[in-house]
C-alpha cells in the first residue's frame, strides 16, 4: 500500500511519517517546499511537489497512490491563506481523490469543531468533514485535542529564558495527547476496515489546566515562571472591535481563537 501524507512536515505529520515507515509503507509526501522538506528524503520518503494553493498541482500527486492521511493545518500567522488552503485546497485534495480511486482518505480534525464557528479555521474544518462525508470516498476522522508537544514552546521554554507566560482566567482542561499515539492511530486504520467511514474522538486520559502545566514545568526547571493573565471577556471583545474594521479582520482572525478556552477538552471525564 502506498500513502500520500499531506502535511508531512509538521509536528504531526512527520509522526505519521515516521510510523508509515517503520510499518514498511511507502510514503510520498506533498510539500510546497522540496528543501525544507529534505529531511523526509532523507527518511526514505519520495518527495512531491504540490500545493492546495494551487489545486491543479494536487492529481499529479495521487498517481499509484492507495491512501491519502491529511495532517496539514494553517497556523494562526497564516490566516491570510486559510481559504485558499484549508477550504478550497482541501476541497480540490477530496475531488481529486475521488477521481483517482483513492481507496481511503484519513482526515486529522479538530475537537468540538461544532462549537467553534465562530473561528474560521474551525468552521473550515467541520465543512470539510461534511464534504468528507459526502464523496465517494472511504474515510476516517480523528478529532484531537491538543498536541503535548505544543507545550514546550507555549510554556516549558518561556519558563526556561524567563520569558512571560499569557493565560486567561478560564478553568478549561485539555486532555493532550501525544502526537506519537495519533500516528499510531492513523497508520493503525488503514488494517482495520471497520474504521471505514467513522469519525473517532482522540484524545489524552487526563485533563490538564493551565495552571497545571506551568507548576509541572516549574518544578523540573527549578524556577518560577512569569505569569500574566488577561480576562477572556477582554480577548472576546477586542476581537469583536477588530472585526469592524478591514485593516483589524486579520487581527480579529487570530483573537478568535480564544473560543477554544471556552470549550473544554477533558477525556478524563469520558465513560
Not at 511507502?26 to 529534505?38: F, G
Not at 495521487?62 to 495532517?71: E, F, N, Q, S
Not at 529564558?161 to 478549561?172: A, C, K, Q, Y
Amino acid at each position: 500500500m502506498s500513502l500520500l501524507i499531506v502535511g508531512g512536515t509538521g509536528t504531526l505529520g512527520r509522526q505519521i511519517v515516521l510510523q508509515a515507515l517503520t510499518k514498511g509503507y511507502k510514503v510520498r509526501c506533498l510539500v510546497r517546499n522540496l528543501r525544507k522538506a529534505n529531511f523526509l528524503k532523507e527518511w526514505g520518503v519520495e518527495l512531491v511537489y504540490g500545493d492546495l494553493n494551487l489545486p491543479e498541482t494536487i492529481p499529479p500527486c495521487l498517481y499509484g497512490i492507495t491512501a491519502i492521511i491529511d495532517a496539514s493545518a494553517s497556523r494562526p500567522n497564516e490566516l491570510g491563506a486559510l481559504k485558499k488552503v484549508d477550504w478550497e485546497g482541501k476541497l480540490a485534495l477530496i475531488q481529486a481523490a475521488e477521481i483517482a480511486k483513492i481507496e481511503q482518505f484519513i482526515f486529522c480534525s479538530t475537537l468540538n469543531v461544532e462549537y467553534l464557528s465562530d473561528i474560521p479555521l474551525m468552521k473550515m474544518k467541520q465543512g470539510i468533514e461534511i464534504n468528507l462525508k459526502k464523496s465517494k470516498v472511504n474515510y476516517t476522522i480523528f478529532r484531537l485535542s491538543g498536541f503535548y508537544q505544543g507545550l514546550i514552546e507555549q510554556y516549558a521554554i518561556p519558563v526556561l529564558e524567563d520569558l512571560p507566560i499569557w493565560i486567561t482566567n478560564e478553568n478549561v482542561r485539555v486532555s493532550y495527547i501525544d502526537t506519537q499515539d495519533i500516528a499510531k492511530f492513523c497508520i493503525r486504520t488503514l488494517q482495520l476496515p471497520k474504521t471505514k467511514n467513522k469519525t473517532f474522538f482522540l484524545g489524552g486520559p487526563k485533563g490538564w489546566l493551565s495552571s497545571d502545566i506551568i507548576n509541572l514545568c516549574e518544578q523540573l526547571a527549578g524556577q518560577s515562571a512569569q505569569v500574566k493573565k488577561i480576562p477572556i471577556a477582554v480577548l472576546k471583545l477586542s476581537a469583536r472591535f477588530l472585526s469592524y474594521f478591514d485593516w483589524g479582520q486579520n487581527i480579529s482572525d487570530r483573537l478568535s481563537f480564544v473560543e477554544i478556552l471556552s470549550v473544554e477538552n477533558n477525556f478524563s471525564k469520558s465513560t
